[in-house]
Structures are given as C-alpha cells and as structure tokens.
C-alpha cells in the first residue's frame, strides 16, 4: 500500500513504523502498527507492506485508491547505520522483510556491502524481489524447498560458511527466527540488531502496554524500540 | 467565546477537559501533538513510593470497543519522579496533577508527602482503584473503612487539592464516593477500570500475563455515566467523570450526568488530538445551545 503525506515528509530512518488508524472495520479499535517498507520523498509517499491475517490488516488490505486515512509517523527507532565501510546481512521472515528493503536501500547508498536473506513458507509468499535485487545480494530459504535452498534462514549456507565475514546482522521477522538468527550471532561475536513487534495500545510510549524485558527492566519496544541491540535484550532463555 | 472554565476545589481549569493517567505519560510525550496548554491540566502517570517493573508482558488484549489492560503501576518511584521528570513540567501553563498509588498505608503517605514539597504541582489524584497489583490500589477503595482510612491518612500530609480516584468494581459506589469524601477528599474521580479478562480460544490460554486486567474504552462509558449520576446525588464535592469519553459530545453526557470536570483516557491512544477537539466540541455545543458558561452544564440532566 502507498500513502501519500498531505505534509511533507520528515526523514524517516529504517526501522521505524507507522501506526495506522482501521476506520472501516467495526471489530478493531486501536491502530496497527506497520513497519515503513519504502519511502519515496519526490512523490511524498511512504509504502506499507500489508497481509492481511486478522480483521485489521484485512480491512486495511482492501483499502480503495483515493481513500484517506489516519497515519501516526515515522514512530520508534530504526536501525544503526554504520559509520566504517561494512559488510552487512539482512536477515528477514515472512512479514518482516517489510523494514528490510528501506535498510537495504539505505545501507547500499552509504556504499555498504549489502546481502539479504530472506525466508518463506514457500515461494507463492515471495514478493517484491526484484525490488530488493536491488540493493544487494540476494538469498532465499523457502521451507518447502519450492524457491532457493530449503529449510529455514539460518540453514542456509551463509551461515555455515561465511557467517563470520560480516560485521552486522540486522534480522525482522517471527521471534524463533530471530532469536535463532541472534544466537549465532552472539556466538560469532557479530554485532546484531532485532525489530521486535509486540502489541500496542498507543506507540508512542504511554499505554507501557508494548513492554520487552531488557538489562534495563522493562521497556516499551514502541519508544526504545522496535530495534534493539540484542545485547540490551533478555534472550538467552 | 462560551466560558469554558471551571473549578476543582482550590483549582483553576480554564477548561473542564483533563487527561486521565496513565493514558498521558508525563505530559511532554505530547508535545509533538498539540500544545499541552490547553487542557484544563493532566494528571501525570501512577506513581508509587518505591520504583515498579509492572507485570510482565503481554499486557494489553483489544476487547470490542475497548481494550484491557494489565500494566501494573510500572513507574520509577516518587524520587525518579521528583529528580528526573519534575523539573520537565515545571513550565507548563497548565495544572500538572499526579496519580498517586501504593501498596501500604504508609507508602500512599510518603509518596504524598513528596508530592507536597513541589510547587508546580497543583494536586493529587490518590489512586486506590488500580486492579493490576496484587496489594494495595483497588484493595483500598473497594470498602468503606479502608478507603476512609487511607484517604483520612493523606490527608494529614498533603495541603494541595486531593482528588481520589474510585475503582467501579464495588456494589455501591455513591456508598463509597460518601466516604471519601466525609474523609477529606476534595472531590472525586470516577471510574477506574472495570476488572474483565480475555482467553485466547486456539490456545486456550488467557491473553493477558495477569490473566484478569482493567476495561477502558467506550466499552464502559454507560457505567461510567450511570456511576457519575449516581454519585452526584450522594457527594457535595466535584466529581470528575471518566469511562470512554471519545469526543465533545460524550464529555457533555458525562458533565449533564453530574461531574465538573472530564478526564480523557484510552482515546489519546488512538487519537492524541482527542483532548484539543473536545475543548474545540464543548465550546461549539455551548454557543450552538446559547449557553454561557460550561458550569452550566453540570447536573442539568433533565428527568
């Protein structure tokens, strides 16, 4: 989905997300969360990657052209952009691909040595490959084997092989994956960086309902977050 | 112009519309909005004499037309509070009122006494209905004798306006309204959360960490108005009304139904300009009605 500000947009830093008000549907009643997937700032609009799963992000999906809605944004705190020439693994898991393509992007612009991996159930849950081609290596894992090598991320080959050449990993996607992709990063002393997604009432950090544990007890992922160093995280569990 | 402002005890709102606390932050959060100024004040977050990690997570469940909640008072602590968050609302034009909750008798009268050595707070909102802690909050004000003794206990240490917040969750709140107030509040605020709870049926578990946590929305706002309505025929002190009120219309309910003054609470999270378009509402209701003042409003439900 692509919404165009009726002001013109601010800078928005990858990672961060748009809270998004569902209008229409009588059985929703707070805004969703959606992480900025793509900005275009000569057009002034910003694109959304929707699937629709529950009655919010169903009704969003069948949003009409034309339509207005109400967009509290950019929220949250994106992704740490390193300063030193690096090489740089994305790593992402059904629907968080959707932070990745900003980062990509933002990341090969800065001359960033860029690759991406992305994993799926199978390949009809690929999209906008080409887009991502982009700005950087390629990878896919489907768990069907039906595109790219079989199995989950983190059976694929980069992390067998040459996990240990990067100097980031920045992951978006379902906890387990995360988690299994910030294990081996931790053991690979690799500095690795999560976007969480836990579910808010406001998202911009006074409902405390969004909380994560962290080394510095709870703390909102809306306002601290949603990216987090996974050394400030609690998951060693 | 209709006049819009209205008085709290000792307080001076130049409007009836509050926030209701832990649904503001401190305040600042809301900057990037709109011009905190406006509001007749803010009630800032619940705070407690000893820092609070609050419950674990999950902690919030949508319900139709609302949402529950189970934070549990997580806070820094009165002197998180006075060290690090005061001196931040300190130059606001408005009254800064804070939510005071505790577990003990003795907690609620340290943390009070704090909150009396700081100028630029003009009152208290003494919390004994939060229903996410295991001790203490909704345990006070849910009877007679101890929401007396807690609220006759503050008193002795806090000289600024005591408003005290009541929990709805009780066979009889004008019974309670009345004792409160015959212990020195200066006027009531009503109504906390209501206690619910939701099950996730795939996984058969419930939603929430705490398994049963607080109701807010419109969801609960014909309780709320009934509870106003009822209390404003057993109190002589203000009330200040609360429960779901989304816009400038559902304030006036609450304001014919008998409060003083509104609070706004779980609407900030959806709208954070709810506050502003309900001063803008209230005012265009009073110059469409051709009535004065707000006041004039207050109880003028017509049976």
């Known amino acids: 989905m692509i919404l165009q500000s009726e002001n013109k947009l ?31 700032y000569a057009k002034n609009t910003i694109h959304i990657l929707i699937k629709g799963i529950g009655a919010g ?23 740490t952009i390193p300063v030193q020439p690096s090489k740089v693994l994305l790593v992402g898991g059904g629907c968080g ?69 990067f100097d980031y990993i920045f992951t978006c996607g379902p906890e387990p994956m995360m988690k299994a992709v910030a294990a081996q990063a931790a053991k690979n002393n690799i500095q690795c960086e999560v976007s969480l997604e836990n579910t808010m009432a406001c998202g911009f950090g006074v409902c405390l309902c969004c909380v994560t544990e962290t080394t510095e007890g709870n703390q909102c992922v809306c306002t601290e977050g949603p990216v987090f160093n996974i050394k400030r995280l609690k998951w060693q569990n | 112009m209709a006049e819009l402002n209205i008085s ?63 934070v549990g008072l997580q806070n820094g602590g009165v002197d998180y509070f006075v060290k690090n968050i005061y001196p931040k609302l300190t130059g606001y034009q ?16 340290a943390c ?58 009780v066979t009889d709140i004008a019974e309670i309204a009345r004792a409160v107030e015959n212990a020195g ?9 209501l206690l619910g709870m939701a099950i996730n049926a795939e996984t058969r578990k419930p939603v929430l960490s705490t398994v049963t946590g607080g109701l807010s929305g419109p969801a609960v706002k014909p309780i709320a108005l009934r509870m106003v309505w009822q209390v404003y025929q057993a109190v002589k002190v203000p009330i200040i009304g ?34 502003i378009n309900i001063i803008d509402g209230m005012n265009d209701y009073l110059e469409r009605h051709k009535i004065a003042s707000a006041k004039e409003l207050i109880g003028q439900l017509q049976m």
């Open chain 2, 94 to 109: 408005t009254n800064v009122l804070v939510n005071v909750s505790g577990s003990t008798v003795e907690d609620y009268i």
């Open chain 2, 185 to 193: 509040a200066d006027s009531v605020s009503l109504i906390n959360t």
């Open chain 1, 10 to 40: 601010r800078d928005i830093q990858p990672g961060q997300f748009a809270n998004i008000l569902v209008d229409k549907s009588q059985s929703t009643f707070l805004r969703r969360p959606f992480s900025i997937h793509f900005v275009d």
């Open chain 1, 97 to 165: 691909i959707a932070p990745l393509l900003l980062l990509a992007q933002t990341l090969n612009n800065k001359n960033h040595q860029v690759h991406i991996l992305l994993g799926a159930r199978s390949k009809d849950d690929l999209v906008e490959l080409d887009a991502y081609q982009k700005f950087g290596t390629l990878h896919i894992t489907t768990e069907d084997g039906s595109y790219g090598e079989k199995g989950f991320v983190t059976h694929h080959h980069l992390f067998a092989d040459s996990l240990n050449s």
């Open chain 2, 112 to 169: 009070a006494e704090r909150i009396n050595e700081l100028e630029h707070i003009s009152g208290i909102e003494l919390n004994i209905s939060c229903p996410n802690v295991k001790e203490g909050g909704m345990a006070f004000g849910t009877s007679c004798p101890s929401a007396e003794a807690v609220v006759r206990a503050v008193r002795k240490v806090y000289h600024r306006t005591m408003i005290v917040k009541l929990s709805p969750n």
């Open chain 2, 242 to 275: 609360l429960g779901g009120i989304m816009n400038a219309t559902d304030a006036i309910e609450f304001m014919l139904a008998g409060a003083s003054a509104i609070q706004v609470g779980t609407a900030n999270f959806i709208d954070p300009l709810t506050t």
């Open chain 2, 8 to 70: 709290i005890d000792r307080l001076m709102l130049k409007n009836p519309v509050l926030t209701a606390s832990g649904t503001f932050g401190y305040g600042v959060e809301f900057d990037d909005f709109f011009d905190v100024n406006r509001l007749g004040g803010f009630i800032v977050k619940g705070t407690t004499f000893h820092p609070r990690q609050g419950n674990p997570y999950p902690r919030m469940a949508e319900t139709p037309s609302g949402m529950l909640n189970a």
């Open chain 1, 57 to 79: 992000t169903k009704c969003l999906s069948q949003s009409q052209p034309g339509e207005n809605l109400s967009v509290i944004f950019p929220l949250g705190n994106g992704f």
